[in-house]
């Protein structure tokens, strides 16, 4: 099993849409949590990050943990054409240093 | 762009050339990543540096060769190297303290004939 799950998508929505891209994990020791949107030809860049459970919000993105369950999600309201890349789900443990573990993506497409 | 630059953006190599890809960081950080990323595949940490000293090495073939000169430059050496390592490299950097805000580059598309 892997650490962390994530569907790959492609996924493709209309413009205006609202979006829930998820990950599940297994290791219950992960505290922190981390959206990066990677579009194609360029580097991840971190995108929403949140601690233990909970939600936050920035913008039309939302960001829910919900650790009783390992399980995460993002949430684009109103997305845009311009929200088409790849999303990546990563969290990371306490104490943990510097290792981030990673899910595979998902793609996304906001059609017109 | 980010902060985060690495050089050259394509490589196509042969096995038995000897490339090196190179990472800046104009953003101050301490720590600098080497992550290896393949298609439908998580991304893979394969190097970590803390104020220029390897804190992580993970099970990464002897082909690859990190070194970091600086807090600001990290060099990948490549040698030997097989088909399968034919991916997307990605450089990234975090502040010491911040271990999860990683900025990434833009990568570097390596194809090994």
Sequence with gaps: ?112 | ETGVTQTPRHLVMGMTNKKSLKCEQHLGHNAMYWYKQSAKKPLELMFVYNFKEQTENNSVPSRFSPECPNSSHLFLHLHTLQPEDSALYLCASSPRGSLDTQYFGPGTRLTVL
């Design chain 1, 1 to 112: 099993q892997k650490e962390v799950e994530q569907d790959p998508g492609p996924l493709s929505v209309p413009e205006g849409a609202i979006v829930s891209l998820n990950c599940t994990y297994s290791n219950s020791a992960f505290q922190y949590f981390m959206w990066y949107r990677q579009y194609s030809r360029k580097g991840p860049e971190l995108l929403m990050y949140t601690y233990s459970s909970g939600n936050k919000e920035d913008g039309r993105f939302t960001a829910q943990v919900d650790k009783s369950s390992k399980y995460i999600s993002l949430f684009i309201r109103d997305s845009q054409p311009s929200d088409s890349a790849t999303y990546l789900c990563a969290m990371s443990v306490t104490g943990g240093g510097n290792k981030l573990t990673f899910g595979t993506g998902t793609q996304l497409k906001v059609e017109l």
